[in-house]
């Protein structure tokens, strides 16, 4: 018993560890694709690029603004809020689109945005999560896997 719960937690470890990409574990620098520019903030968890371009951040999912509980929707204006100071319209933000699922059921492009604060690239993906602004939505196949963001991740000082 104990040896096949030994294995168990072995394979864990090891899918775990092989779910993200070297560089993506945020010790090292981040990996940017491209960069754009914000045009608009929609809510959370999506945003518009100059272009047209929507891009739905990968691995969270804020509150909805059209919910019927008001706390949340208290709770997703305070992450639209928080995105819309993070990377306001006209801002430069770094995308890393994700190669295993690039685009939602609606067209939009799945990514990991990244904010230029004080030269230091932040993931605000991440951010929005440690927050407590939007909550993990781990939907493989993904090359990204939002709950390693949670370990040693700095809080931004935005």
Sequence with gaps: MIAILALLLLLAWVLVSQSTR????????PVIERSAVVSRVID???IDLEGGEKV???GINAPELRSSNLEERELAESAKEFVENFC???SKIGLNVDDLEPRDRYGRTLAL?????DNVWLNLNAE???RGLAE????PPSEFNPYKWM?????SSR
Excluded: N, S
Aim: charged residues 25%.
């Design 22 to 29: 070297p560089g993506e574990d945020f010790q090292e620098a």
């Design 136 to 139: 993990i939505l781990y939907l």
């Design 128 to 130: 929005l999560l440690r």
């Design 56 to 58: 739905r951040l990968v």
């Design 88 to 90: 306001p319209p006209g």
């Design 44 to 46: 959370g968890d999506t």
């Design 113 to 117: 945005v990244y904010v230029d604060v």
């Design 151 to 155: 370990v040693d991740l700095p809080l």
